[in-house]
T-cell receptor, first 111, second 115 residues
Framework: TQLLEQSPQFLSIQEGENLTVYCNSS?????LQWYRQEPGEGPVLLVT?????EVKKLKRLTFQFGDARKDSSLHITAAQPGDTGLYLC???????????FGSGTRLLVRP | KAGVTQTPRYLIKTRGQQVTLSCSPI?????VSWYQQTPGQGLQFLFE???????NKGNFPGRFSGRQFSNSRSEMNVSTLELGDSALYLC??????????????FGEGSRLTVL
């Protein structure tokens, strides 16, 4: 059982559509990060959120950390083919060295 | 500046053999972490080294080991390979030791296939 569950696992959408990816847990995290991984490459950090209820925007991407710091969401507006990739959430519990990764959401944006 | 460099990028081994993977972190980064990525389990933490000392270890058997050199370069070794060890092994570096909320910079990975 994954400590961080991501949904959906796969998403195939048309260019211009909006989408939301969810990252859920029953545990509390002191911080949560979102990474994007493209084929043949390592994950690249998109954002870090540390405060419950925090919202961060990165161009067309909006990240939210749940009030209880147990969940997070990533919303993409007007998706583009360049957004295609594997999106990973990763959380760290208080005083924990371990960065726990979610199962990932594989996104395909069709032109 | 140069990113995290992992070698080799691809390798094929047979069961029972051992393998050594290498990671050169970004210049100035003293922390190196290793992760195993498989389709079924996702990204799993193996261990972290900081200033030549293993500071943290994940839940992997003793066949998985590593070390860090004085120049911060790191190697990981897997002995007595099993089919289930087939995976993408990712190395990540950061300036600070874990835990911190800073960014992990990942290499492109070493893809190991065990036959």
């Amino acid at each position: 059982t994954q400590l961080l569950e991501q949904s959906p696992q796969f998403l195939s959408i048309q260019e211009g559509e909006n989408l939301t990816v969810y990252c859920n847990s029953s545990s509390v995290f002191s911080s949560l990060q979102w990474y994007r991984q493209e084929p043949g490459e390592g994950p690249v950090l998109l954002v870090t959120v540390v405060t419950g209820g925090e919202v961060k925007k990165l161009k067309r991407l909006t990240f939210q950390f749940g009030d209880a710091r147990k969940d997070s969401s990533l919303h993409i507006t007007a998706a583009q083919p360049g957004d295609t990739g594997l999106y990973l959430c990763a959380g760290r519990m208080d005083s924990s060295y371990k960065l726990i990764f979610g199962s990932g959401t594989r996104l395909l944006v069709r032109p | 500046k140069a990113g995290v460099t992992q070698t080799p990028r691809y390798l094929i081994k047979t069961r029972g053999q051992q393998v050594t993977l290498s990671c050169s972190p970004i210049s100035g980064h003293r922390s190196v972490s290793w992760y195993q990525q498989t389709p079924g389990q996702g990204l799993q933490f193996l261990f972290e080294y900081f200033s030549e000392t293993q500071r943290n270890k994940g839940n992997f058997p003793g066949r998985f080991s590593g070390r860090q050199f004085s120049n911060s370069r790191s190697e990981m070794n897997v002995s007595t390979l099993e089919l289930g060890d087939s995976a993408l092994y990712l190395c990540a570096s950061s300036i600070l030791a874990l835990p911190n909320t800073g960014e992990l910079f990942f290499g492109e990975g070493s893809r190991l296939t065990v036959l």
